[in-house]
């Protein structure tokens, strides 16, 4: 068997033409990915080429950077950002938004006669994140059906949002589920989970690129954005784009949910930090 660097040389991934694919791949969407990403990169880019019946990279590149369809990009695109993610993922924080930030800005509402909560669940992968949190405000909020409940969902990957908007789980993704929260806010399929419908009505589903600053700007009044364990692809250009486009989103007084090695502070020094409890958010000031 010939060693990788012998199979026949239109397969393979120079560091040269790595390098154009990383560019192509950031300028479109933010995320760079770092040489020791490279053969990660090779592998969904083979299979997309194999599909395609092309037996050189060099034409699968051209293709993409010159073709005026952007559907093969986009394929490719969904190769790459496949993320597994779960309900209610990293508990800890999730508490802390349901018994003390949330009630925090729920009394302030209330001051204010106002009964909208709006959160923006942005990378949302397939599901699993909005769902959680539609299960947390119908669990927290007193008399929810007298609150007017939105959560934005969104992604670029076209693939994760078919498999969110369909809602139907295998047992590791609810698989921290609550018992008591799995027998009332989903059907069991044979083998699989099916999101009720009273937890889909509050959840819409849009396919969004983070770097695309004209989309962003159309999500308005966000009381809370969920952007967890996604900036971490990104570099700290295209953070402080992300980041300066959350905030023009959100409400004065929201706030941003990060995950636990990201950080808004070296970024943007036009967020306040709040340590909350045991969690450290970001809000935009009042």
């Not at 969904?44 to 037996?55: N, P, V, Y």
């Not at 010159?66 to 559907?71: A, H, L, Q, Y």
């Not at 394929?75 to 790459?80: S, Y």
Request: hydrophobic share 35%; net charge neutral.
């Amino acid at each position: 068997m010939q060693p990788p660097e012998e199979i026949g040389d239109e397969m393979v991934l120079s560091d040269e033409l790595y390098a154009k694919f990383v560019k192509m791949v950031y300028k479109a969407t933010g995320i760079y990915y770092e040489h020791n990403k490279k053969y990660y990169v090779q592998k969904r880019i083979e299979k997309r080429a194999e599909k395609l019946g092309i037996d050189s990279i060099h034409d699968y590149y051209r293709i993409l950077k010159f073709s005026k369809d952007s559907t093969e990009f986009d394929k490719l695109i969904n190769d790459l950002t496949v993320n597994e993610t779960y309900f209610f993922r990293d508990y800890p924080q999730l508490r802390n938004f349901a018994e003390e930030v949330l009630p925090m800005v729920v009394r302030r509402k209330n001051m204010n006669n106002d009964r909208t909560i709006k959160i923006w669940s942005a990378a949302c992968s397939t599901g699993e994140e909005p769902y959680t949190l539609s299960i947390i405000l119908q669990e927290m909020l007193d008399e929810p059906e007298k609150w007017n409940l939105r959560i934005v969902a969104s992604d670029i990957n076209t693939d994760v949002l078919h498999t969110a908007k369909n809602g139907l789980y295998e047992y590791r993704s609810v698989r921290d589920v609550p018992p008591e929260y799995l027998e009332k806010y989903f059907t069991k399929k044979h083998e699989s989970y099916l999101v009720k419908l009273g937890v889909k009505k509050l959840v819409h589903f849009m396919k969004i690129n983070l770097m695309d600053s004209v989309a962003v700007s159309d999500i308005t009044g966000c009381d809370f954005i969920f952007c967890r364990n996604c900036l971490i692809y990104f570099d700290d250009e295209s953070r402080k784009t992300v980041l300066s486009d959350f905030y023009r989103s959100l409400n004065p007084g929201g706030i941003i949910y990060l995950g636990h090695s990201e950080s808004v502070g070296r970024i943007s020094s036009a967020y306040c930090m709040q340590r909350i409890g045991d969690t450290i958010v970001y809000s935009k000031p009042k």
